[in-house]
């Protein structure tokens, strides 16, 4: 009877063990990710990071006051620029100039979200899993190949308008860059600017300033990625945290 009895509590001991051993693997926090929790979770992740640097780069100064993605002319306008601002009033002129195109790219960043939002519902399994086990900025990988031509068509028109508002004396940005990089690549074609190593400037100036309010826009939706890829209290629902919960485990 001691051995039946003794036999009775192990087997309860044991079959006890073994379902909390089966709670605990079917705990949420240990069951294995399904695809459909991968997708979700990485649309997510890409919703709310694309919402947040909209609203970062939409407010005012978000380009034109962060250093990081302020829009200045090209660099190669840097001896016109130099040469304008010895000028009565040149260096206010330049940074007017400067201002409006910042202003114009802050206006198009309110509506980047959409776009961005449209081409995350395409998403497929296939991406979002390699997007969870790509690099630190696969997401904006992802989502500069499926959105550069149309951003660039939303951005553009804004920077050309802006470039087009006349300012100081009637004169309108682009006007001046045109009459300015004229005149400097007649010098710089001369006999006397190729003898002394000048170079034209054929920069298409909408072109160049589009994309660099471009390279803005992507380059704060790749620091919202990584918060949410590294920061737990980034990832601001269940399924965020499940999902980028997974990588954590990785490293």
């Known amino acids: 009877m001691k051995i039946k009895g003794l036999f009775i509590v192990l087997s309860v001991t044991i079959l006890a063990g073994c379902a909390e051993l089966l709670n605990v693997l079917q705990s949420p926090g240990n069951l294995p990710l399904t695809e459909e929790e991968v997708t979700a979770g990485l ?10 640097a909209s609203a970062i780069l939409s407010a005012e100064n978000g380009y034109y006051g962060d250093e990081l993605v302020k829009i200045l002319l090209p660099e190669e306008a840097e001896v016109i620029v130099s040469n304008i601002s010895r000028l009565p009033g040149g260096e206010q002129l330049v940074e007017d100039v400067i201002l409006r195109i910042n202003r114009a790219a802050e206006d198009a960043a309110k509506e980047v979200a959409p776009i961005f939002v449209n081409s995350i519902t395409r998403m497929t399994i296939k991406d979002a899993f390699n997007i969870l086990n790509g690099t630190d900025n696969a997401a904006t990988t992802y989502l500069k190949n499926t959105t550069w031509n149309e951003l660039y068509n939303l951005y553009k028109p804004k920077i050309q308008s802006s470039t087009e508002k006349e300012i100081a004396g009637n004169v309108s940005a682009k006007t001046a860059w045109i009459t300015l990089t004229d005149k400097w690549n007649l010098l710089a074609n001369s006999v006397a600017g190729r003898l002394a190593g000048l170079k034209p400037v054929n920069t298409d100036l909408d072109d160049y300033l ?9 380059l704060k939706v790749e620091a919202e990625e990584l918060k949410i890829r590294k920061e737990v209290s980034a990832r601001v629902t269940p399924l965020l945290r499940k999902v980028f919960g997974s990588l954590d485990n990785k490293t």
């Open 43 to 52: 649309k997510e992740a890409l919703v709310t990071g694309s919402r947040n």
């Open 210 to 218: 589009t994309r660099k309010a471009l390279d803005g826009v992507f």
